[in-house]
Nanobody, 128 residues
Framework: QVQLVESGGGLVQAGGSLSLSCAAS????????MAWFRQAPGKERDIVAA????????YYADSVKGRFTISRDTAKNTVYLQMNSLKSEDTAVYYC?????????????????????WGQGTQVTVSS
């Protein structure tokens, strides 16, 4: 029902910034919690940030709090991740995900199994 396509990844120097975009198709986008996850080589896929259907609540992993900002534009069916003050440990493949298991929810799940729609991923590499 929902198709997600990430863009905006690339190579950046430590201390720099990148902005990721996730373009979505499907009616359920406007009623679903959206999230960004990341996975480094040899590591588990972990949540980075999430935002509820109307932007009423957000969640950030401790490792990115104060540096990353998640936002969404329902009219454009797009979710964004603004990444500032990037560090080498931010290097990973970043995935956009949608929680299609509930609608109009103000609850945010932090586990991958709660999200049933995923983008293909975009590589972010931070050089030090």
């Amino acid at each position: 029902q929902v198709q997600l396509v990430e863009s905006g990844g690339g190579l950046v120097q430590a201390g720099g910034s990148l902005s990721l975009s996730c373009a979505a198709s499907g009616r359920t986008f406007s009623t679903s919690t959206m999230a960004w996850f990341r996975q480094a080589p040899g590591k588990e896929r972990d949540i980075v940030a999430a935002i509820t259907w109307n932007g009423g609540r957000t969640y950030y992993a401790d490792s990115v709090k104060g540096r990353f900002t998640i936002s969404r534009d329902t009219a454009k069916n797009t979710v964004y991740l603004q990444m500032n003050s990037l560090k080498s440990e931010d290097t990973a493949v970043y995935y956009c995900a949608a929680d299609g298991t509930s609608f109009f929810s103000q609850t945010i799940s932090v586990v991958t199994s709660q999200y049933n729609y995923w983008g293909q991923g975009t590589q972010v590499t931070v050089s030090s």
